[in-house]
């Protein structure tokens, strides 16, 4: 008896757990979406408020952390927004987070599509963007060159240093990943880096990129010196041959004045 009201509890388990997360058609429970204020990318200690927008007017709202069933914050407001507040956060709370909205209406547990997923970065420092040229490093006199700075995150601002000069060379908001500087041949070479931040207060900053060289082809001084040695070792490889050669012909014709002598007084 006591067995069989067991096997019906855990039968009945599963339904009550997913009548808390019940998920509605996409149809007829339109999703919300959820936006960052000030921004998605912030450093420590920034207040940051999560913005769920229901399409139409909601009872019941429920911020999501990806990977967690249970709702992080719930908030009972009877209007198209809720506010979730994430005060001074922490780089732990750098993650995916989405938002459901519900109302009366659809009976208890219901809610709508999840919003899309916002990532939230919560860091003191963006990684290192790489610093390219394109086509390469190495110029003819007159061609141009373009610099390629790559980060990881669309949507930053990148700008350009030539190493040496305080204010940027180049500055550029970005939609993709990176940005492209394009530079006029003529004043080309020179040590180039790059850094990205995001496109607004509060500005989260990357590392700086590696310097990179840019030269005129032929002209590198590192080229010149190692030219010179090699033309250095081949010289002096030519005058030991030169050497060889000069001692070989000395013998060899010595002897061989040598050998013809008695030959001719046998004769
Ligand atoms: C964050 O919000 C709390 C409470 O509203 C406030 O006391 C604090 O000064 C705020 N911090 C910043 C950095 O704005
Ligand atoms: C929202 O409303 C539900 C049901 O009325 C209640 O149980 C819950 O405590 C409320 N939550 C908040 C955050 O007010
Ligand atoms: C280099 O760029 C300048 C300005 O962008 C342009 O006027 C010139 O034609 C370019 N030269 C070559 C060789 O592409």
């Not at 009201?5 to 919300?32: G, H």
């Not at 069933?69 to 198209?80: D, G, K, Q, Y």
């Not at 009366?104 to 919003?115: A, E, K, L, R």
Request: charged share 10%; proline share 9%; aromatic share 10%.
């Amino acid at each position: 008896m006591i067995l069989l009201l067991i096997l019906q509890l855990l039968t009945l388990w599963p339904v009550c757990r997913t009548d808390l997360t019940l998920t509605a058609p996409a149809a007829s429970y339109p999703q919300p979406w959820l936006m960052a204020h000030p921004a998605a990318v912030v450093t420590p200690g920034v207040n940051v408020t999560l913005k769920c927008h229901a399409p139409q007017p909601a009872w019941r709202f429920a911020l999501f952390r990806t990977g967690v069933v249970t709702p992080l914050l719930l908030r009972n407001v009877s209007i198209e927004l809720a506010e979730f507040f994430l005060e001074e956060v922490t780089l732990t709370q750098t993650g995916s987070y989405h938002c459901r909205y519900s109302r009366t209406d659809w009976g208890p547990g219901v809610w709508s599509q999840s919003s899309d997923v916002l990532e939230l970065l919560v860091a003191d420092q963006l990684p290192r963007p790489s610093l390219v040229a394109l086509p390469g490093p190495v110029v003819a006199p007159g061609a141009n060159v373009s610099l390629r700075c790559a980060g990881h995150m669309p949507g930053m601002s990148f700008a350009l240093y030539r190493v040496g000069v305080a204010t940027p060379l180049q500055y550029v908001d970005s939609v993709q990943p990176w940005a492209d500087f394009p530079l006029n041949g003529a004043h080309a070479p020179g040590t180039y880096n790059c850094y990205y931040h995001t496109p607004s207060a509060p500005y989260v900053l990357s590392l700086v990129s590696q310097p990179l060289v840019i030269s005129y082809e032929g002209s590198g001084s590192s080229d010149y010196s190692q030219g010179n040695l090699i033309r250095l070792g081949l010289a002096g490889l030519i005058l030991i041959c030169l050497g060889i050669i000069i001692t070989f012909d000395w013998y060899s014709s010595s002897s061989a004045f040598g050998g013809l002598l008695p030959q001719q007084n046998w004769f």
